[in-house]
């Protein structure tokens, strides 16, 4: 089959930040808004990645629209499985992020065993989508554990915490202009962007009293969903992120 994963441009990483923020503002609109509760929240969303992965799995090669679906799930049920662990089992969110590096420490050193590459320019056989998405799942919980864990020990407002995965992110991308691996460097990023969507979310979310923009889980979610949606239908229509698109560009330039 050919590769299920969008080319890495512009457009994936603008939609990346705003599947993330989705993560954090609508699991807390269904969670705690409309009061589902963090088990049936979890329950809900949970259901809803498993059908959606089971269409993406199904599929051939890359749809923008179900691709992004599945992403906009995954971060929300990732964001749920660190909520539970910290607010249902009261585990401290040090020891979370640090059994979560560990998982994917070791999801990333059990695929590169099998397959010899992370690169998400091969997911092209279906057990290297499975790897793929499970360190995606991996990748939201341990950004929402070192986001939160970050907050927890500098008491910085939500609009300040944004610079931090900001100020990390463009170090990723400085690192890799001068030579550093492209695969470790988008693994980093990738990773980052989770605290980075999640701070954004809090900071237009939470009241003015907390240092936010006071617009409420609803509207910020809305918001980004819409956005998300006039991205995807704009990837859907023009292809500018689909591999073979960018290789027959390069081969033509």
């Known amino acids: 089959m050919l590769n299920k994963v969008p080319e890495v441009t512009v457009f994936f990483w603008v939609i990346k930040i705003l599947c993330t923020t989705v993560g954090e503002s609508f699991a807390d609109y269904i969670n705690e808004t409309l009061g ?11 259901v809803a990645l498993v059908a959606t992965l089971i269409v ?4 051939r090669n890359y749809v923008p629209g ?3 679906l599945a992403v906009v799930l995954i971060s929300v049920v990732g964001t749920l499985l660190t909520d539970n662990l910290t607010d249902a089992r009261g585990v401290p969110l040090a020891v979370s992020s640090v059994v979560f590096a560990v998982v994917l420490a070791t ?18 056989t279906t057990p290297r989508e499975v790897w793929y998405w499970l360190v995606v ?15 927890e ?16 992110i463009a170090l990723v991308a400085l690192g890799w202009r001068v030579g550093v691996d492209a695969v470790l ?11 980075l969507g999640a701070n954004i979310g809090d900071f237009l979310a939470l009241d003015k009293s907390e240092g936010g923009l006071a617009l409420g889980t609803m509207v910020t979610s809305v918001i980004f969903l819409g956005a998300i949606l006039a991205t995807v239908v704009y990837l859907s229509v023009t292809g500018v992120d689909r591999t073979e698109s960018r290789q027959e560009e390069l081969g033509t330039a």
């Open 36 to 46: 589902f509760g963090l088990t049936n929240t979890t329950i809900l969303f949970t």
């Open 56 to 59: 993406q799995f199904r599929l």
């Open 66 to 68: 179900a691709y992004w």
């Open 107 to 124: 999801v990333f050193a059990t695929w590169y065993a099998r397959e010899g590459t992370l690169s998400i320019h091969s997911i092209n």
């Open 137 to 151: 799942l991996v990748t939201f919980a341990l950004g929402t554990a070192l986001g939160d864990w970050t907050l």
């Open 153 to 168: 020990l500098t008491g910085w407002s939500p609009g300040l915490a944004i610079l931090l995965p900001a100020g990390l």
């Open 185 to 195: 460097s988008f693994w980093m990023a990738y990773i980052l962007t989770r605290p």
